[in-house]
């Protein structure tokens, strides 16, 4: 008979159960938890023949020792001890009251085996630029294991127990934090102060939990995933998305859908604007020139069809592809349309607008059409022709946002993409054949429809000079000169962080396991002008310290020496430039998931 219980805490990292013996004039307790917590609530043991012997400090080591063999391992331990009491229990009880003077019982290891898929997703995500940390309430040595068994923990990486990093300061916090990857033995607040920290530096940041206590870091997380199959109720609650399988590896699809999504919408506005620009200018200079627009209000609604409603369908609609996990995540900070769009929407909309002005002044003679006002109608329809068709092959150019040359990749798994072209095409020729009056357009001979559409082609080479040109802009506006004695990185996951481009990466921090694929850079990326001041403080010789330097080399504490896995200092001799403090408070980042 169960007479009280005292749950399992986080805090405590253990659980009790008292029961009523069968001849009712005793009571026992059962205890489990942490053993390396437990066994310092034990004074007694069962030995081989289950004989209650005295928990003798050699034995005590000897207990420890297989624990660690275990965790080692990558087993999870669990001690199991007990006590008869003959006290009735209260309901008063505290359960320091039952859980003295424990006889161990013995210790298990149960081991929980990584699933197959989480080694391979997590090196997607690192290559993806999200940085993936591990936060466990497991012991040291387990989380270890766990960690380089999911690729989560690398040689240069930083593991710390919880007590540690609540023991630490506001400064030391800030220094350390980039170079955490595992956070072993830790409680439901440190989990949220790593939340807050990691977005006081100014980190997008996901959160994988699925009991009650990870309410309060899923919900201060920018987004909150919680487990559709083991997670509480209130972890759903408190959380953003829900995983409806528990894996790791649908977060790596969340992340692939949602950035194929926001690039959908960017690639849709380029191809908006660009049609805007164009028709609002031919309109304009037509209206003003020759006192009637040359495109009409029926051409006007179907260019209007074209770049809202099949713009949106063809753009939007594209599956997403594993290429997208190749690049590095957006910045917080980034503006919607980035300097490539901007440089693809004036530079089509120039070709354009400049393509339909010559039409419109010269196509007569160009294309031989009579200049009689009865005649006129053709060379506007030469020119609405012309203009639809421009749309029609900058739909291609819409597809890229970066500056790769091939507007074709993935394209034929497109399916509505492919439609929507052939929509505009059949209705295109159907609108200039047959539209008459109705459309104000005649039709148009062999000829002219072949210049027509040849000259809206000239959009697609016009779309690769501008992404060339694109490359020498970006590569001018963000790559240091190697005899600048700034830093303008930000939160790269390269390896040379003083030399490459400044990028912006994701954090995710997961109940089980997560890494950051290039832990050396974190010091230079602290992000943070209190990492600028303290390590200008240490080193007055104006060099600043290498992303190996240990935690206790910048904060000297005893305590804190073994936190390092491998305590090294290597000065760089590269002056800490003004520059490097607004550049770490301008990096930019993206959703840690």
């Given amino acids: 008979e169960i007479v009280q219980v005292f749950p399992f805490s986080s805090l405590r990292k253990r659980m009790s ?20 917590i437990l066994l310092n609530h034990c004074s007694h043991f069962l030995d081989a023949h289950e004989a209650c012997a005295p928990l003798s400090n050699g034995k005590k080591q000897s207990f420890q020792q297989s624990i660690l063999n275990m965790a080692e391992r990558g087993h999870r331990t669990l ?87 609540r023991a630490l300061s506001d400064e030391e916090m800030t220094t350390l934090l980039p170079r ?59 959380s953003d998305i829900v995983l409806m399988d528990d894996n790791f590896k649908s977060i790596v699809s969340a992340v692939m859908w949602g950035r194929n999504v926001y690039d959908s919408i960017r690639k849709f506005l380029m191809f908006q604007l660009t049609v805007t620009v164009v028709a609002v200018c031919v309109a304009l200079v037509g209206s003003l020139s020759d006192g009637k627009s040359p495109l009409t209000p029926v051409q006007l609604l179907w260019v209007n069809l074209i770049m809202d409603t099949l713009g949106a369908l063809a753009l939007a609609t594209e599956p997403p592809t594993p290429e997208l996990l190749n690049r590095k995540p957006y910045g917080r900070h980034d503006f ?93 020729i159907l609108l200039v054949s047959f539209g008459g009056d109705f459309t104000d357009t005649d039709p148009l001979s062999i000829k002219q429809w072949g210049v027509t559409i040849a000259l809206g082609a000239i959009s697609l080479p016009i779309g690769v000079l501008l992404r060339l040109l694109g490359r020498c802009r970006l590569l001018q506006v ?10 303008s990185s930000s ?36 992000r943070a002008r209190s990492l600028v001041q303290l390590v200008r403080r240490r080193h007055r010789d104006s060099t600043m310290m290498a992303p190996s330097t240990s935690f206790s080399s910048l904060s000297p504490q005893p305590s804190c020496d073994h936190i390092c896995s491998r305590p090294t200092s290597r000065p760089v001799s590269r002056p800490a430039s003004p520059r490097f403090a607004e550049a770490v408070q301008n990096d930019t980042c993206i959703m840690y998931c």
């Fill in 17 to 36: 159960t008292i029961v009523r013996n069968s001849h009712g004039r005793s009571y026992r307790v059962y205890c489990k938890g942490a053993p390396e």
């Fill in 79 to 165: 001690a199991l001890a007990f006590r008869d009491i003959s006290s009735t229990p209260d309901r008063s009880w505290d359960p320091s009251d039952a859980e003295e003077d424990l006889i161990l019982i013995g210790v298990v290891g149960i081991k929980d085996p990584v699933r197959d898929e989480v080694p391979a997703a997590v090196k997607t995500c690192q290559k993806a630029g999200i940085v993936v940390r591990m936060v466990t309430g497991d012991n040291v040595a387990t989380a270890k294991k766990i960690a380089s068994e999911c690729n989560i923990l690398t040689n240069d990486g930083v593991v710390v127990e919880g007590p540690e990093f």
């Fill in 180 to 238: 955490v990857q595992v956070l072993a033995r830790s409680s439901p607040q440190d989990k949220f102060i790593f939340v807050n920290k990691l977005r006081e530096l100014g980190e997008v940041v996901a959160v994988t939990g699925d009991g009650t206590n990870d309410g309060p870091a899923l919900k201060e997380a920018d987004v909150g995933f919680s487990m559709g199959i083991s997670g509480t109720e209130v972890a759903k609650e408190a």
């Fill in 336 to 428: 919607l349309i980035t300097r490539m769009m901007w440089i693809n929407i004036f530079g089509q909309a120039a070709f354009q607008v400049t393509l339909l002005l010559v039409l419109l002044f010269k196509g007569q003679h160009i294309f031989d059409v009579p200049t009689d006002s009865d005649d006129n109608h053709k060379h506007h329809t030469i020119i609405f022709n012309a203009f639809v068709f421009c749309q029609a092959f900058n739909l291609f150019n819409a597809r890229r946002l970066d500056t790769q040359l091939n507007v074709l990749a993935n394209f034929f798994s497109s399916y509505i993409h492919i439609n929507v072209l052939l929509l505009i095409v059949v209705v295109q």
């Fill in 478 to 487: 963000n790559l240091p000169s190697s005899s600048s004695s700034s830093s």
């Fill in 491 to 526: 939160s790269s996951s390269s390896s040379s962080p003083l030399s490459s481009p400044p990028v912006s990466k994701r954090e995710m921090i997961s109940e089980e396991g997560e890494t950051n694929s290039h832990p050396q850079n974190d010091l230079e990326f602290g």
